[in-house]
């Protein structure tokens, strides 16, 4: 009895351990592949079979929706941003200076700044400048004066449209917390509103961390000015611009020029514009061809011609002035470099050459577009007088702002004023 007993229990026990082993491969099976959703069981109808089955009701509380958990204590209030701290509040700006600033008329230079406000342990700097093409053209970048003398400067990296500029200390961290980074110069091409831009902008301390900054741009506004008509007369008296020298051979070639206007970048000439001035030459000069003289950049030089300049000076009015105009269409999209004063012809009579010039002027044929030279803007400037290019056929070249009078040469070869010597005759 004990031993049926026993084994009875034993198979009992292996078959309990062969379905528990099932049973854990079919919840494996479940867990890899999700089996169809059951539908609820219905029991079958007893006795009448008229009546409808009877549909298992959920018991207790299973019919009511999971509770979603509340947020307790203060664990609802929105969280609230962190605030700047210390040092993570940005004070440092560089900016345009000034950050309006009215454009000049075209062929004329703008500068402007860029300004450093509220700089700290500031030892480098690195920025665009972005500008309208149209408008302006960039001419050149220098370092300002807010970090340490000695600076060094990266050359600037120049495109169509914009100029990477960068300086570094070699001498630690700059003084002030306000200056000036750098300072640009632009060639207005046309007088109109455009924005200049600041990009890149980057500071750092003498151990190359990044500084953080604002940066604000600047805008250019174009408003037109009033036109000023052509000055096409000149009466006795003021002041002008002298020019005097003594042509050393007769019959040889003369160029004796000095400047009153060069621009390196080169100013472009335009179809329909001239150049207007008025002339006045002494009784007593030898040679009476000269004025202003145009030259571009390719080494083309226009300037008067003895025929036409004949011509207008014998339609000179009684100040013995004359007015005299230079068309620029022959040299239409070419960039003009300087305007000179002076003569330049193949043959010239040995002899004094005194001239009086003023008035010089870029016009459009009825408005003044670029005024030159005018005696009524410079008489308290001096003029440098040196010459322009190589003298030929004559030993020196005097030129100044003076009264209205032309020189002659006395015995002692000494150039003295028209006026005074009529009085000692």
């Known amino acids: 009895m004990t031993k049926k007993f026993c084994k009875k229990a034993l198979l009992g026990i292996i078959a309990l351990s062969w379905l528990a082993m099932l049973s854990l491969t079919t919840v494996q099976a479940v867990d890899v592949e999700p089996q169809p959703r059951q539908r609820p069981q219905v029991k079958q109808p007893k006795g009448n079979d008229n009546q409808r089955p009877e549909v298992e009701r959920p018991k207790g509380n299973d019919n009511q929706r999971p509770e979603v958990e509340r947020p307790r204590g203060n664990d609802n209030l929105r969280p609230e941003p962190e605030r700047p701290r210390g040092n993570d509040l ?15 008329e075209a ?12 700089g700290k342990s500031v030892a480098g700097y690195q920025l665009s400048l972005a500008y309208d093409q149209s408008a302006l ?22 495109s169509p449209d914009s100029v990477l500029f960068a300086a570094t200390s070699l001498a ?9 980074l750098a300072i640009a110069t632009f060639k207005v091409l ?23 900054t604002l940066k604000q741009h600047g805008q250019v506004t174009g408003q037109a000015k009033p036109k000023k008509p052509v000055i096409t007369q000149r009466a ?17 070639p003369v160029t004796a020029l000095t400047t009153v206007y060069k621009d390196s970048a080169g100013m472009a000439a335009k179809a329909g514009t001239f150049i207007e001035y008025q002339v006045k030459f002494s009784h007593l000069s030898s040679l009476e ?7 571009t950049a390719d080494g083309t030089v226009l300037g008067p011609t003895g025929v036409v300049q004949g011509m207008r000076q014998q339609e000179a009015s009684k100040s013995q002035w004359s007015h005299q105009r230079i068309a620029l269409d022959p040299i239409s999209g070419k960039k003009i470099v300087a305007i000179t004063v002076g003569t330049k012809v193949d043959s010239a009579p040995k002899g004094l050459f005194s001239m009086l010039v003023d008035n010089i002027q870029l016009t459009d044929g009825d408005n003044i577009v670029k005024p030159i030279w005018l005696s009524a803007d ?14 030929v056929g004559v030993e020196s070249l005097n030129l100044k702002v003076g009264d209205d009078e032309v020189s002659v040469q006395s015995a002692n070869k000494m150039l003295t004023s028209w006026g005074k010597m009529k009085t000692l005759w």
């Open 172 to 180: 630690g961290d700059a003084k002030s917390a306000n200056g000036t």
């Open 289 to 295: 061809v000269g004025g202003a003289y145009v030259h």
């Open 378 to 391: 410079n008489t308290d400037k001096e003029v440098a007088g040196e010459p322009y290019g190589k003298l």
């Open 137 to 158: 053209e960039y001419v050149i970048i220098k370092n300002g004066g807010y970090l340490p003398p000695g600076a060094f400067t990266v050359p600037p990296i120049v």
């Open 190 to 212: 046309a007088n109109k509103d455009s924005t200049i831009k600041l990009a890149n902008v980057m500071l750092s301390d003498a151990k190359a961390n990044k500084l953080a």
């Open 90 to 104: 940005i004070s440092t700006k560089v900016s345009i200076d000034p950050a309006t600033v009215a454009s000049p």
């Open 236 to 252: 006795n008296g003021g002041k002008s611009l002298n020019i005097n020298t003594v042509i050393s051979a007769d019959g040889g």
């Open 107 to 118: 062929g004329e230079e703008l500068k402007i700044k860029v300004a450093i406000t509220g």
